[in-house]
């Protein structure tokens, strides 16, 4: 397994919920063209606004295989993307 500083990252910090899903949704499609197999989204804490965003759109991208909040961090998600090998 790679590890977490080697994997592809999108920082989220600033940026409102509606903008965050474009870039999440623009972030995996090229992530999924550079054959990534795992990506790190970095939405912060706060009240959970952006993070609640970035489950929804990740929910509903058939890109993406399975999703979970980091243990050591809870204000990132690592992403497993569906690879067509």
């Given at each position: 397994m790679k590890l977490y500083s080697n994997m592809p990252t999108i920082d989220l910090h600033g940026i409102d919920r509606d903008y965050a899903k474009i870039l999440v949704r623009d972030f995996i499609e090229d992530q999924i063209k550079l054959k990534e197999e795992k990506i790190i989204i970095v939405h912060g804490i706060g009240k959970g606004i952006?993070?609640?965003?970035?489950?929804?759109?990740l929910k509903h991208n058939s890109n993406v295989k399975n999703y979970k909040l980091d243990?050591?961090?809870?204000g990132c998600t690592i992403v497993e993307l569906k690879i067509k090998k």
């Open positions: 952006v993070k609640n965003a970035v489950f929804e759109e243990n050591f961090n809870n």
